[in-house]
């Protein structure tokens, strides 16, 4: 029996060697083929004229190449040029830096080879000529005979990066799969859903998608895959979400807010906003029903989060449970350690910290301390999970920052003991149009509401070369009494030679630039007890400056810091870039964020002007996920989402709000997916699950 779970080795024409290729690319069996999509599509039915095409247009030509020729300019460029020609008018075809582009293209024009090329056309700008266009680095295939008409004479897909497969040997590969295995696919969505929303089925839509039979089909197969891939993971997301409220039997708190909030007043200088105030609220009648609480507490850097993690953990003490905070970073850790114990000790609550650094002898006392209930408050990094922490009673988890945890860890954590209410914390990182499909099996509150009097912080891009400048405008900040960060630029390859980089840099700084200063370093490789030190100095005023790594990425909380100076800001990612900004502008002094950089690429530049124009988390998160693409955004490893195969967030909006009603509407009907028609969609959530876990452990 033939079967789209069979071994891609199974298909004739592909051998081991072909097989390891594929695996590169993630493809296993010959289900994975089918599902790898085309993600663009070109009509090849008729092709424009090199004649009629004008600079601005996206094209594709077809031609035979007749000339090659590469040059270097003064600046030491190398310029590659083919001319191809259909008939009698020609475009150049450019490549910069490529010089070993000549050769292939040489032996093209030798054979005269056919050709189909892709681009974006151009004026001619090197050598001025205005009678020839140009497209500089093309996209092109030869496509030589083509008798099977797979690469010609229709709308051919276009796959993704292949890995040293030729787009080519890929269609043919996908045909034959879908020419013998056909009957093997299978239609996972419940034909009622399929009628109401008048999809194509499974079998047409996957034809369509590799091979359409005209733009309608295509248009009608993608948006059927699309409805798919959203369907699915809505009704995972909302099968949890029914377990979330109906099956599992929470620990039922009585809460007054009347109390709580005189509490809180006592011991916080200062009043909270309303978003605060609603927040605490919308948990305190979340956790008085006696069902589990799975709250999202969502809002942008400096919002003020800690305070309603303050409010939820008064809760469960005061109802004689235990809370867990759990941190990122240890070096966030110990921020909220101290922040806490400031607070709550004066109540008489025990606070204490769990990080993985603590030596054997520690950890020991701290888990009996934990076992007997003596502790009320732990925080902690993810060690905290790791090491198995056991509670006498623990009652309320609550994650910061949970964009940095896989989102299957949260669940981790919230099983042990039993069942305790959920709270997950997060700034920006995740649009507001993305929160419902990695987070619609929880309840949000979202903070959308600055603390008042703060000051918008005044964000300028400078080039290296202006780096006295910074530095003279910093001293003068500095001279008023404020403090300075000073991040290092990024370094990817280790961890080692960041915090190389961070000790050279701060060497200089204090050496150098600043020797009247006091001059901090700060970076992943240190123990936690010196970071924890110098964390401390610089809160209490004893450093300046803070030359640092990303590690004061997320949290860190200095209010009187108000200028931090990005060096090469260009190698971080927008989020990253919002993260770092958020240190400063906690106070009521006048802030600053200086990027220095010299970007090399669009894109680099593209992250620059948004920062100087924007402080809005919401909007940066959108343009970093138009930037980067979902998958990138999420950093598969980290979060646990799985990449859309052919779904786009943005482009596809209004289809995920139509999956997630039907899917939650149907989850209401059948919630344990026992209905005959509801098999095969209880298999792709297998499936997909499967993906999800394998993503986590990697
Ligand atoms: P987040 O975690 O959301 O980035 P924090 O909880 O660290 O923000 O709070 C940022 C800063 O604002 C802290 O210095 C905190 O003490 C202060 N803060 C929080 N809430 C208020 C408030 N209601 N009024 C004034 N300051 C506040
Ligand atoms: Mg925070």
Redesign the pocket.
């Known amino acids: 029996m033939p079967s789209l779970t069979d071994p891609l080795q199974s298909l004739k024409g592909i051998g081991s060697q072909l097989s390891e290729k594929l695996a590169k690319l993630n493809l296993f069996t010959l289900g994975d083929l089918l599902r790898h999509y085309p993600h663009r599509w070109e009509d090849r039915s008729r092709f424009p004229r090199i004649a009629d095409v004008r600079p601005g247009d996206s094209v594709t030509l077809r031609g035979i190449v007749i000339a090659t020729t590469t040059r270097y300019t003064r600046a030491r460029l190398s310029i590659t040029e083919a001319l191809l020609d259909d008939d009698g008018s020609a475009i150049k075809l450019i490549w910069i830096n490529q010089p070993f582009m000549e050769r292939t293209f040489r032996a093209l024009a030798t054979a005269r080879t056919p050709i189909v090329v892709y681009g974006q056309v151009k004026r001619d700008s090197f050598s001025g000529s205005s009678y020839i266009y140009e497209i500089q680095n093309p996209e092109w295939e030869e496509i030589g005979e083509d008798t099977d008409n797979l690469s010609t004479n229709r709308i051919v897909p276009i796959y993704p990066a292949t890995e040293g497969i030729r787009q080519g040997r890929l269609r043919k590969l996908i045909f034959a799969t879908l020419q013998t295995y056909r009957e093997e696919i299978e239609d996972c969505l419940p034909p009622r859903v399929i009628l109401n929303h008048r999809l194509v089925g499974a079998r047409n839509a996957v034809e369509n998608i590799h091979f359409p039979e005209s733009e309608p089909a295509l248009i009608a197969a993608r948006y059927r895959l699309v409805f798919e891939e959203f369907f699915v993971l809505q009704t995972l997301l909302a099968l949890r979400r029914r377990e979330n409220c109906h099956d599992v039997q929470g620990i039922q708190f009585k809460v007054s807010l009347e109390e709580l909030n005189a509490q809180i007043a006592q011991i916080?200088p200062?009043?909270?906003?309303r978003a605060?105030q609603r927040a605490i609220a919308e948990i305190a009648q979340n956790i008085s029903t006696g069902r589990a609480m799975n709250r999202l507490v969502q809002?942008?850097?400096?919002?003020?989060?800690?305070?309603?993690?303050l409010g939820a953990m008064l809760m469960a003490v005061q109802n004689g449970y235990q809370a867990a905070l759990m941190a990122p970073t240890e070096i966030l850790a110990q921020q909220h350690t101290l922040?806490l114990e400031r607070l709550l000790e004066p109540l008489g609550i025990k606070v204490e910290v769990a990080l993985g650094s603590l030596t054997a002898k520690q950890k020991l006392a701290l888990r009996e301390r934990l076992l007997s209930g003596e502790t009320q408050v732990v925080v902690g990094t993810h060690a905290l999970i790791q090491e198995g922490m056991d509670f006498a009673r623990l009652g309320m988890v609550i994650i910061?920052?949970q964009h940095r945890f896989g989102v299957l860890q949260r669940q981790a954590l919230a099983r042990k003991g039993t069942r305790p209410h959920l709270l997950v914390?997060t700034?920006t990182p995740i649009p507001r149009t993305l929160t419902m499909t990695l987070y619609g099996d929880l309840d949000v509150s979202v903070?959308d509401e600055l603390?008042?009097?703060r000051k918008p912080i005044k964000t300028h891009w400078r080039t290296p070369d202006k780096r006295s400048l910074v530095y003279s405008a910093t001293q003068k900040l500095i001279e008023e009494g404020r403090q300075a960060y000073i991040v290092c630029s990024l370094v990817e390859e280790s961890e080692k030679l960041q915090a190389k980089s961070a000790t050279q840099l701060a060497e200089h700084i204090a050496k150098s630039v600043f020797p009247q200063y006091r001059v901090g370093l700060l970076h992943g490789q240190m123990k936690a007890l010196e970071k924890e030190t110098i964390m401390a100095q610089f809160k209490a005023r004893e450093l300046d400056i803070l030359v640092a790594t990303t590690v004061i990425e997320v949290?860190i909380?200095v209010?009187n810091a108000s200028v931090i100076i990005i060096e090469d800001a260009d190698r971080f990612g927008l989020a990253q870039l919002h993260q770092l900004r958020?240190r400063v502008g906690?106070?009521e002094h006048a802030s600053y964020c200086i990027l220095v950089s010299d970007p090399k690429t669009a894109d680099g530049q593209a992250r620059m002007e948004i920062m100087t124009e924007t402080q809005d988390g919401f909007r940066i998160a959108e343009e970093d996920l138009r930037l980067r693409g979902p998958g990138e955004f999420f950093g598969t490893r980290q979060s646990g989402m799985p990449e859309f195969a052919i779904a786009d967030i943005f482009q596809d909006m209004a289809i995920l709000q139509e999956t997630r009603e039907t899917a939650f509407e149907l989850v209401e009907r059948d919630p344990e997916l026992a209905r005959p028609e509801h098999q095969p969609l209880s298999k792709a959530i297998d499936r997909l699950k499967e993906r999800i876990g394998q993503v986590h452990v990697s």
């Open positions: 916080v200062f009043q909270l906003t605060q809002g942008d850097v400096g919002s003020g989060k800690t305070m309603v993690a922040g910061d920052e914390m700034a903070l603390p008042p009097g949290g909380d209010p958020g906690r106070g």
